[in-house]
């Protein structure tokens, strides 16, 4: 029998400029000791599935219809404190951000005890024995000693953890994971599938999750779901759905998935997703806006060349020197950056990635060591003027697209502003028609340069962050996790733009990445960080098909196995 | 360390009133005094000192509750203080209490029934009492319930009981009941402004994922909403309400005034009026002094709720 069985579901938001349908007529089931996965990209709604099961709807959405059977017992129209009782006893939920799931104020004891008194009344005895046993089943060493912790004293997937054992705590016959793993790095990631996946057999619990992340899909699911703008499009094993699948959609959803056994030229784009405007014609360099000026001082040998750097945070101020405490973010690092290359840098949080960036974008200084641009050493160019000859040649773009643009500029003018700051162009008209060119170039249209940034989406945003590095014709781009915040689909846009703009440009190019499939599809070396220090640096091919250094070994085990995703209609590149 | 920065200054802005506001010697001695005894009288008080032996003399002086003799009734400063003093901290404590016992339970009844009836006249009450100023309302509450109805008096204290050197109204019927409209009129916005407050940081609590998390673990609403949300809540409120209480004492002058209460403020007011400097000096440093010490306070109350600031200094 099913353990959990939604039927014709629907759900909506009603607003003042009439009703969205935000889940319409989609039917589910889930199986004791299974794992099915709902995927789907975001406004799929996926998660609204999940609070719906729960009772937990946000207003004003609504379920307004089908039904939802809990063992055969029908829940969605009990009361609300009925619902209550069965949420946490009977339904556990997992959320995605386990920074902010916990109450700050009180001791991971307290949380657990309070709700496993609330659904077993086992005492406060026996229940803060069972609060430690549930820690240790969940892996958190010394339980005895950690439980009298509050949350900001563990990391966050140390904090994931407790998230669970407290969804775990009355041993609910249903689980309901949002998006468990997706604020978590991959080898955090490893660990917390795996002990989902353990819990769920030895518990014969079922369990929905849902993902946009086709490698966690492929990790731990035995069904996937496939959603598509409130529809499921389709539904099957996971093999099936990785593998062959038959929707269009899901074809082009797969399609997108960066994957990290081959390269390939060019994602496809298939038309079932937004509409790219596709951009046949190389541009002519040699006429174009973007190839005049380009006469840079010749350089030999290495475009960007970094020599020992170190970058220290102070962690604890004090008033006296040697009472401070600080911690290397980026330690003696050094490397080469051939001109023309994609130099891709890779590793987990904290790892120094983004600190490397900045360094050499100059937001940062270093506490010692040098960045040479050509023969020029960066660290030691004196005033902002002569430092701004090197800025226009260098560019970034950052991982927020929602952050990174002004919001109350129009994007006229954020494109138009570093044309203007480096008098890049004689007359206001003219810096006009190099905007909306640029727009136009990076697939927005010119009718974008009139609006402002909150008017478009991320993916967008991300095409205007990129519009305004090229509006300096810069020769090198630092790309700090350029679409990390992006669903698949628009992943896959950008980083065909970014192929193409290197290309026809032949940009130099810095790419930090935390996933290793996007560097293996971007990237002709790279270089693996692990705590500040670089460990390996290869050939992309080389390091992914025999990594030498033990923690690329690792990183790369550690990866989501996407080996039986579907190929078709790939463009694979010939090494 | 910030703190002694702070009382450091303000005593050096309370002290060159000194020097800069009037000649106190025009204001201590009659019309037909000679200009001889003008100058002895300088001379005598020190006035014609350089200025850094002076601000010496006086702060070294303040640090030990001399602030000197009141220019016009000849009796140390300190005395004149102390005997206001009870006064006024009466009134701002009650006034406190009611803002916050009054105001805490308003907000978080507000943001849990955003949509009702209640919460919306609520609202729309507390806008009128943000707005209206302290003497309009204190006016109109001893036109209503003094001239009236006459319940309840409309200056002075009413009777009060000495302890030692304290005098309370907590203990007399009239003291009492003479506390009463002044301290509405004190709390008034007080409290309209700690209601929002509460209101506006429980609305963005309840949004957060913890609290969404404690509902979906089955947790009921008056748990979630208690423990969990209003503790959080006020994590901030703690803030803004110290900085509130330092202005409750500061400036119940206003009310001071209209009621006639006999406190610091008063006292303030008309050592204004007669160009009493060691009295205004005095005040200033003794608000400032007020000022630090709720703040210390508030820090380590802070210190008390948070966890998370604790173990920053373990």
């Known amino acids: 029998m099913e353990l959990l069985d939604i039927k014709n579901l629907q759900i909506e938001f009603p607003s003042r400029r009439g009703t969205v349908v935000a889940v319409k007529g989609v039917n589910l089931t889930v199986r004791p000791g299974e794992v099915l996965g709902v995927v789907g990209e975001s406004g799929a709604g996926k998660s609204t599935i999940g609070n719906a099961v729960i009772g937990l709807l946000d207003p004003p959405g609504e379920m307004s219809g089908g039904e939802v059977f809990l063992k055969g017992e029908k829940i969605n129209d009990l009361s609300s404190e009925e619902k209550r009782k069965i949420r946490g006893r009977r339904i556990g939920m997992i959320f995605q951000d386990p920074l902010t799931s916990l109450d700050p104020l009180q001791t991971i004891e307290q949380q657990l005890v309070e709700t496993i008194e609330l659904h077993l009344r086992l005492g406060k005895k026996k229940s803060q024995e069972r609060a430690v046993d549930l820690l240790r089943q969940v892996g958190i060493d010394d339980p005895e000693i950690r439980i009298k912790n509050y949350p900001h004293q563990f990391s966050g997937g140390m904090r994931q953890r407790v998230v669970i054992a407290l969804a775990l705590c009355a041993e609910p016959e249903v689980i309901i994971a949002d998006e468990p793993t997706t604020a978590l790095d991959v080898s955090i990631q490893a660990q917390i599938l795996e002990l989902m996946r353990k819990l769920c057999r030895e518990k014969q619990v079922g369990m929905l999750i849902i993902t946009h992340d086709m490698g966690v899909i492929a990790d731990i699911t035995d069904r996937v779901a496939v959603m598509y703008q409130g529809n499921l499009v389709e539904e099957g094993t996971t093999q099936k759905i990785l593998g062959d699948p038959d929707h269009p959609y899901t074809k082009s959803l797969i399609s997108a998935v960066p994957r990290a056994d081959v390269r390939l030229r060019r994602f496809p784009m298939v038309d079932y997703i937004e509409k790219e405007e596709d951009r046949k014609v190389l541009l002519d360099i040699s006429t174009h806006w973007l190839g005049q000026g380009r006469d840079f001082g010749k350089i030999e040998g290495p475009l960007i060349s970094v020599k020992d750097l170190v970058m220290t945070f102070v962690t604890k101020q004090a008033f006296l020197k040697k009472n401070r405490q600080s911690f290397n973010a980026v330690d003696s690092v050094s490397f080469d950056i051939k001109q023309g290359e994609v130099f891709g840098i890779v590793g987990e949080s904290g790892s120094g990635k983004s600190t490397i960036a900045r360094l050499i974008a100059g937001l940062y200084k270093p506490a010692s060591g040098s960045v040479f641009f050509g023969e020029t050493d960066l660290t030691k160019v004196g005033s902002e003027r002569e430092m701004d000859v090197f800025r226009k040649q260098m560019q970034m773009i950052f991982q927020d697209p929602f952050s990174s643009l002004n919001g109350r500029m129009r994007v006229m003018d954020i494109v138009a502003e570093p044309i203007r700051f480096h008098k890049l162009a004689s007359s206001n008209r003219e810096v006009e028609t190099i905007v909306t060119d640029l727009l136009e170039h990076v697939g927005l249209g010119r009718q974008a340069a009139v609006r402002f940034p909150h008017e478009f989406s991320g993916g967008q945003r991300q095409r205007i962050s990129i519009a305004r590095a090229l509006a300096t014709r810069p020769r090198f781009l630092i790309c700090d996790e350029p679409t990390s915040a992006l669903d698949v689909s628009i992943q896959a846009q950008i980083l065909n733009l970014l192929k193409d703009l290197q290309e026809e440009l032949g940009l130099t190019m810095l790419f930090i990445s935390h996933d290793l499939p996007v560097i293996r599809q971007m990237c002709d070396r790279v270089g693996v960080m692990k705590k500040g220090k670089l460990v390996e640096v290869a050939e992309t091919e080389a390091l992914f098909t025999d990594p030498q250094a033990s923690y690329t070994q690792e990183l790369l085990s550690l990866m989501p196995k996407l080996d039986f995703l579907s190929h078709e209609g790939l463009d694979v590149e010939a090494s | ?314």
């Open chain 2, 1 to 314: 360390m910030q703190s002694v920065i702070v009382m450091f200054t303000v005593g050096l802005i309370a002290f060159s009133m000194f020097r800069f506001v009037g000649d106190p010697i025009n204001n201590m001695v009659g019309q037909d005094t000679s200009e001889q005894e003008r100058i002895e009288l300088r001379e005598r008080l020190g006035l014609n000192d350089p200025f850094l032996v002076q601000f010496g003399r006086f702060s070294l002086n303040a640090v030990q509750g001399d602030f000197g003799l009141s220019y016009k009734y000849r009796v140390p400063v300190s005395e004149m203080i102390a005997e206001r003093m009870p006064a006024t901290l009466e009134l701002a404590f009650v006034a406190a209490i009611l803002s916050l016992a009054i105001g805490i339970p308003l907000g978080v009844y507000t943001a849990l029934k955003r949509h009702s009836f209640l919460s919306k006249l609520i609202m729309t009450t507390s806008l009128i009492g943000v707005s209206l100023p302290t003497f309009l309302t204190g006016i109109m509450l001893i036109l209503f319930f003094g001239v009236v109805l006459r319940w309840l008096p409309t200056f002075g204290r009413g009777d009060v009981i000495e302890l030692g050197s304290w005098s309370t109204g907590f203990l007399t019927a009239s003291g009492l009941k003479s506390l009463i409209l002044p301290s509405i009129t004190l709390a008034l916005f007080q409290l309209t402004l700690i209601m929002r407050l509460v209101r506006a940081e429980m609305l963005e609590v309840l949004r957060t994922d913890f609290v969404k998390f404690a509902k979906a673990r089955g947790l009921p609403n008056r748990l979630v909403n208690f423990k969990h949300a209003l503790k959080n809540t006020l994590v901030p409120v703690i803030t803004i309400t110290g900085l509130q209480l330092g202005s409750l004492i500061a400036f119940a002058i206003i009310t001071e005034s209209v009621f006639q209460w006999p406190g610091m403020g008063l006292l303030f007011i008309q050592a204004i009026a007669d160009v009493d400097i060691p009295i205004m000096a005095a005040y200033l440093v003794l608000i400032a002094f007020f000022f630090v010490m709720i703040n210390m306070i508030v820090d380590i109350l802070y210190y008390a709720v948070d966890p998370r600031l604790r173990a920053d200094n373990e």
